[in-house]
């Protein structure tokens, strides 16, 4: 390889695993790997194995010398400074304030890092790479574990005062008696939406009625097994469906109202399920968005690979 060739890393920091990639300026990924994240209770070991990681898939793909810049996406990540805050989904990021990027930077000899949280690193892949390539107005909504989204007006992600503006997960969709979030507040959007949070209103459906469903025989219950058994036809599961996109259509036209967005992109697992969500959805966003925006916002999905998809948006941070 031409050791000038611009080279980046991509890290996305997860709850369970970690992944890792070199990625070239054409959105390549060339090397990877996956570490996990989740076997230690203190940062510093984990920065020990995840450099460690990073400088065996540089010699794989004979990047010595050639990398720029890493780009990290992870929970409670602050832009500007650097730091994970109080990151409860990581086992060793839970309390207190972690300088990550300057921890990683040294033990990766100098190169520099820069962080944000997973969420706006996947709008910033998307706009590099992927659906919103061109666009400089959108909100990025992911669907996984939990519920986040960037936004990006005037081409640029918005961070705030203190680097973590963005929190859609967190308003408030149901508003009386709603579920308790894991962030201590109750009725948050990620609270229903999120993979967890539709699970959580099948158990909740089973429990309150005695209609027939395939997922009555399952003891634990994943988003996925309600996408495997609306695919089957079963009413329940396509009713579940029904209910997460009309509460996430909702929530979309309350967030057009303070950005006017292009698009609304989604991405993460839950996202997968676009021939059951996309009808819901747009019904329930243009019901509610003002007229003046209904029928003018796109919903898109990721047209990134999903493999790579974590990596490249944590990448596009270090260009």
């Not at 997860?14 to 990625?23: E, L, S, Y």
């Not at 061109?134 to 939990?146: E, Q």
């Not at 459906?205 to 209609?211: A, I, R, S």
């Amino acid at each position: 390889m031409d050791m000038e060739q611009n080279l980046v890393i991509g890290i996305d920091v997860g709850g369970q695993t970690t992944k890792c990639g070199v990625v070239d300026a054409r959105g390549t990924v060339i090397a990877q790997t996956v570490i996990r994240t989740d076997t230690y209770d203190t940062v510093e070991p984990y920065i020990a194995e995840l450099a460690a990681a990073l400088k065996k898939i540089i010699a794989e793909a004979g990047a010595e010398g050639a990398i720029r810049g890493i780009g990290v996406g992870a929970p409670n990540a602050n832009y500007y400074t650097g730091d994970i805050e109080n990151a409860v989904n990581l086992s060793w990021g839970r309390t207190g304030s972690l300088h990550f990027a300057a921890m990683l930077k040294e033990a990766m000899g100098g190169i520099p890092v820069s962080l944000t949280n997973d969420a706006n690193a996947a709008a910033m892949g998307e706009m590099t790479y992927g659906a919103a390539r061109g666009m400089k107005n959108f909100i990025m909504i992911t669907l996984g574990t939990g519920v986040g989204s960037g936004i990006v007006i005037n081409g640029e992600i918005v961070y705030g005062h203190d680097g973590f503006a963005g929190e859609l997960g967190h308003t408030s969709i149901v508003r009386h008696n709603g579920r308790l979030c894991n962030c201590g507040k109750t009725g948050c959007l990620e609270a229903y939406c999120s993979a967890i949070g539709m699970a959580r209103t099948a158990r909740e459906w089973l429990d309150m009625t005695d209609e027939p469903s395939l997922l009555r025989s399952l003891d634990v219950i994943t988003s996925k097994d309600i996408y495997d058994a609306a695919k089957e036809g079963d009413a329940l599961a396509k009713k579940l469906f029904d209910y997460t996109g009309t509460l996430l259509g909702a929530a979309c036209a309350d967030f057009i109202a303070f950005s006017a967005p292009e698009a609304i992109v989604l991405f993460g697992g839950l996202a997968r399920s676009k021939e059951f969500l996309t009808e819901p959805i747009e019904r329930s966003m243009n019901a509610n968005v003002l007229p003046l925006w209904r029928g003018k916002v796109k919903l898109v999905y990721s047209s990134l690979k999903e493999s790579d998809a974590a990596i490249l948006g944590a990448s596009a941070l270090a260009w």
